[in-house]
């Protein structure tokens, strides 16, 4: 998971962002054993891309973060548009 948390705080600081996810889906082998799902994430940092291999766990552990994220940034824009509101109304 400590890789997730870092994807997530190089988010949060601009450094890196997400350009794709692909998904590989579970399937069952010649052994009638499950191969589980892998999420394939492409990553921009900087000039150059990254692709990172995550478990189920480990992309829902992301998800997670990123909805966290998500309901914060609607949240403040929200406020936002609030405060721009009246301050249009106060100049008319």
């Given at each position: 998971m400590t890789r997730v948390l870092s994807i997530i705080h190089k988010m949060r600081e601009g450094e890196v962002t997400i350009l794709q996810i692909d998904i590989t889906p579970p399937t069952i082998n010649e052994q009638n054993y499950v191969e589980p799902a892998v999420f394939w994430?492409?990553?921009?940092?900087?000039?150059?891309?990254?692709?990172?291999?995550?478990s189920t766990k480990e992309m829902a552990y992301l998800i997670k973060h990123l909805d966290v994220a998500l309901n914060e940034a609607l949240r403040k824009e929200q406020e936002l548009i609030a405060k721009s509101s009246e301050r249009r109304r106060q100049l008319y």
């Open positions: 994430v492409t990553l921009k940092k900087g000039d150059s891309k990254v692709l990172i291999k995550l």
